[in-house]
């Protein structure tokens, strides 16, 4: 790399990296916020999912918005907005103040992570360069979600869950001020119309989707609101379908869906990011309820997790370069659910905690190897015009899968603590071990569809 694409990856994974510490951030603070802001039980979980709702619903609009007004300007926007939401959540004295802000960081994680990917991709071409910039990409933006879990637990122990907002503030700024000196614009050369009825409908229908599966999570698969919303969320990816294939300018070609690289690269990176997110959540339930630690100590025990993404990020383009991407993600996700399956040993004693930090860790390294896989396949083989389109999916299946997750893995943990009669530690365990059976199978079944579907000839060594 040269100096200038050495500054420019520096920017861009700084603006990533704190976005993905957003993500998970608060989680750790949520009661200490709920009992000073006034926040009840039944509407605390609003802190995480007004998030979650903005962060994957906008994403595939903002990708195309950056490719129609410039993707840079949309980088420094997103990040002047996320500047503006921290400082706002920061200063929060009521409930819908802090909501506000966790909606405007959410549409800066929507603006910004696809701007920075196709910034990326558009500064360094295909090859290992792309590959390097975009596994130290991938890896920062899945140790972020497990360092949110770390940062937000001291912060709040140490401080105040309101430097979980502060912190921000500094870093936005010092992004919005270099960002124009350093990154140049990357637009097509010929603009294309905006897909109103497209963007609208999907936005809508990835709204419905998330809502509902957030809804899951804190009532049951069964309840009006949660089938209400999933199918009105299918209906409206319907209609999306359908105003796409009659559009003039579509927000989504149907020629760049039906491409094998785009279709299973998302494929596979939306299930890499449901199944070791979701993991992270399950651990978090065992440590806490079953062995009783501290939010802190729960959050310190993923330390070794975010040592193997980033460590994942780093030989993911190695790997790839020797076995190409299709064998890296197929390899990836086995070993990941090798890793996990390990899980089912871990029982009510503390000893449990070696085992847990070896698959945690090992788990870490493999996923990390399948997410830069999912990268380089979802990217690879379009021209600079595409590159908005194609790194709106990828971030749209990011933060998909992330929120995807855990109402699964909660409402499977759930079901069993309600048929076993009661929650104690043996009872959590329990539904921790059956989440996880269902995680390591996740795994194995991605990686077999991937090997049996996805077409990508191997690079050539060298």
């Not at 890296?328 to 086995?334: N, W």
């Not at 899968?401 to 009872?427: C, D, N, Y």
Request: glycine letters at 12%.
């Amino acid at each position: 790399m040269t100096g200038k694409q050495r500054l420019i990856l520096v920017l861009l994974l700084t603006a990533s990296f704190t976005l993905a510490v957003d993500f998970s951030i608060l989680n750790v603070a949520l009661p200490a916020i709920g009992d000073e802001i006034g926040f009840g039980l039944d509407t605390l979980q609003w802190v995480a999912t007004s998030f979650a709702l903005c962060a994957a619903g906008f994403t595939l609009l903002f990708g195309r918005i950056g490719d129609v007004v410039g993707r840079r300007r949309l980088f420094v926007l997103g990040m002047a907005v996320l500047g503006v939401g921290s400082l706002i959540g920061g200063l929060a004295t009521s409930p819908a103040l802090l909501l506000i802000a966790r909606v405007l960081q959410g549409l800066a994680t929507a603006a910004v992570v696809p701007a920075a990917l196709s910034l990326l991709t558009t500064t360094f071409p295909e090859g290992k360069l792309r590959e390097k910039a975009l596994g130290l990409n991938g890896a920062l933006m899945a140790a972020g979600f497990t360092t949110g879990a770390i940062l937000g637990g001291v912060l709040t122990d140490l401080l105040s869950w309101r430097w979980a907002f502060f912190i921000n503030v500094p870093i936005a700024l010092a992004v919005v001020v270099l960002a124009p000196m350093v990154v140049a614009e990357s637009r097509p050369a010929n603009r294309s119309k905006m897909d109103l009825p497209g963007a609208i409908t999907v936005t809508a229908g990835l709204l419905a989707i998330v809502y509902g599966l957030s809804s899951a999570a804190q009532t049951s698969w069964t309840d009006p609101v949660t089938v209400g919303s999933l199918g009105a969320g299918v209906l409206l990816l319907a209609l999306f379908w359908a105003v796409e294939r009659k559009a003039e300018h579509p927000l989504v070609p149907f020629a760049v869906l039906r491409r094998s690289t785009i279709a299973w690269g998302n494929i596979a990176g939306m299930l890499a990011f449901v199944t070791e997110t979701s993991l992270v959540f399950l651990l978090t339930l065992y440590l806490q309820k079953t062995l009783g630690y501290s939010p802190l100590l729960a959050g310190l025990s993923f330390a070794v997790l975010g040592v193997g993404t980033v460590l994942g990020g780093i030989i993911g383009p190695r790997l790839i370069g020797r076995w190409g991407t299709k064998r890296s993600i197929v390899g990836g996700f086995v070993v990941q659910a090798a890793a996990t399956g390990s899980l089912l040993f871990l029982g009510t004693t503390s000893s449990s905690i070696v085992l847990l930090l070896i698959a945690t860790f090992v788990g870490g390294v493999a996923n990390l190897v399948v997410i830069v896989g999912f990268m380089v396949t979802a990217t690879s083989g379009l021209a600079d015009r595409e590159q908005g389109l194609a790194t709106g999916l990828a971030t749209m299946s990011q933060q998909v899968g992330i929120t995807m997750g855990i109402p699964i893995m909660s409402a499977i943990v759930a079901a069993r603590v309600h048929q076993l009669g009661a929650e104690t530690p043996a009872t959590v365990l329990d539904g921790v071990l059956g989440a996880i059976v269902v995680n390591t199978a996740l795994c194995l079944v991605t990686a077999l569809a991937v090997a049996l579907f996805l077409r990508l000839p191997n690079r050539p060594k060298g």
